[in-house]
């Protein structure tokens, strides 16, 4: 692997050798401790990856500032390098299900690897200047020195040089096997090669002899030319075509809203040749993928519940006024969202399922005490009101205890609490607004959803109860 797609690995210490830091500008300095000596010993213990993993008293909040830290310090201390900030269990999943290391991964195919890397850059470029892009980077598929040697056929033929002579001199400088060696019954190959100060230097290369039929000793420079090139670092393919990869994570706002404003200024902005496509991949296909699946589950579920009331009250109308504290939930959980800064996800679309089912069940435990109260003889307003008495303990109880349920979720900072977060977010958020709004709207327009029948009220004047 080249140097320049080197990744660096911050490796875990024991918890009992933690050090206790107060925010994350000591812990950027702590950092620029190590990385600031340069220790070859130290830098080379940390390749591949840069993990960043803290106990509980270390975690800072919000991510986003500790990120901020820690690019700020290594941009100043190691330059020139692109840094992608993740967790090792995110890192993982998403490296495995989609196969890029970011929440989003543009794919761009062609043929041209200049042309490859030039329309890469530029899309690079588009993805800053959105908001919310973070780490935009294009895979590295050039700039790795290669040495250009073009034999000279008529400089050959004047010294009666084969070109395999003058290849086997070239071959020498990466090394070129001429026998082996037999040690028992072990053998290895015996390579040639010239030492490290000689292959380092063009002009030593240049100075290589070759001997022509006669024994001369012929510079290789008047037999060939020797340039030093810019060639491809490394070459993927997909789909049996040339592959640039540029990867982009996503901070501050939801995937599906800025992949969707990507796309159309990465249309309007980069102009693809002919036979040149894009193919938009990670976390935003699995959000995709999982926004239908939930396109489907969640209307069969809402269905499914309202089945269910139907069968249980055999109104449509009690049915439709239960099914008021969706829409009322759906406010909550939206708000909460919002006022934790924290985008839709798909554990923001299951928590929404979760809290329907809480939000149903409150209003079916006030609307089947109402029922009950009317089947006694008593009109629909005064049914309302001792519903709303009556059951106002056990609907708060049951809003309480999902609440509290969920509150250790909402507030973790383990392993995990990405996914956790969302969830309990909307189920708390949901909650608040449908309990209250379920025993204040509810009991308030229960009359307007009362079936046609005769009530307590209608009853002539004198008649007895």
Not at 253 to 272: G, H, K, M, S, Y
Not at 418 to 434: D, K, M, Y
Not at 447 to 456: E, Q, T
Request: charged share 20%; aromatic share 6%.
């Amino acid at each position: 692997m080249g140097v320049e797609i080197s990744d660096i690995i911050v490796m875990l210490r024991p918890e009992e050798a933690w050090t206790t830091l107060e925010s994350p500008e000591s812990l950027a300095r702590v950092m620029q401790g190590v990385l600031g000596s340069r220790d070859p010993d130290e830098l080379g213990r940390r390749a591949e990856e840069i993990f960043a993993e803290f106990g509980e008293r270390n975690l800072f909040n919000p991510k986003d500032r500790l990120v901020m830290a820690f690019d700020e310090l290594l941009n100043a201390v190691v330059p020139g390098n692109v840094f992608s900030y993740s967790q090792p269990i995110e890192l993982r999943v998403q490296e495995l299900v989609a196969g890029v290391r970011s929440d989003l991964g543009i794919s761009l195919y062609g043929d041209d690897l200049d042309l490859l890397k030039r329309k890469g850059d530029e899309i690079v470029a588009v993805l800053q200047a959105i908001p919310g892009a973070a780490e935009a980077k294009a895979q590295q598929i050039a700039g790795l020195p290669v040495l250009r040697v073009d034999v000279d056929r008529d400089a050959i033929a004047r010294y009666g040089v084969n070109a395999s002579d003058v290849l086997d001199a070239v071959g020498a400088i990466g090394g070129k096997v001429v026998g082996q060696v037999f040690e028992g019954q072990r053998r290895f190959a015996l390579q040639v090669r010239f030492p490290a100060d000689v292959r380092q230097d063009l002009e030593a290369l240049r100075r290589i002899k070759v001997a022509d039929p006669r024994g001369r000793q012929i510079p290789l420079e008047q037999l060939a030319s020797l340039t030093i090139e810019q060639g491809p670092l490394q070459i993927f393919r997909q789909k049996i075509r040339r592959r640039q990869l540029i990867e982009c994570n996503v901070r501050g706002r939801d995937v599906a809203t800025f992949v969707a404003e990507a796309q159309r200024r990465i249309a309007e902005e980069v102009d693809l040749p002919p036979g040149y496509s894009l193919h938009w991949g990670g976390q935003f296909e699995n959000l995709i993928s999982a926004s239908r699946r939930l396109a489907v589950v969640v209307p069969l579920a809402l269905g499914l519940i309202f089945i269910l009331l139907y069968s249980t009250f055999n109104s449509a109308r009690l049915a439709a006024l239960i099914y008021l504290a969706v829409p009322m939930a759906a406010i909550g959980g939206i708000f909460a969202l919002a006022l934790r800064g924290m985008p839709f996800s798909i554990s923001a679309g299951v928590g929404f399922i979760a809290l329907f089912g809480v939000a149903v069940l409150n209003g079916l435990v006030l609307v089947s005490y109402a029922e009950h109260v009317r089947e006694q003889g008593s009109g629909p307003n005064e049914a309302a009101f001792q519903a709303g008495r009556v059951r106002l303990r056990p609907v708060l109880t049951t809003a309480l205890v999902a609440s509290l349920g969920f509150l250790p979720m909402a507030l973790a900072t383990s392993a995990g609490a990405e996914v956790q977060r969302p969830l309990a977010t909307v189920v708390i958020g949901g909650l608040i607004s449908s309990t209250l709004l379920t025993l204040l709207v509810v009991p308030a327009i229960y009359h307007w959803f009362v079936p046609p029948g005769p009530r307590a009220d209608d009853s002539p004047p004198g008649t007895a109860h």
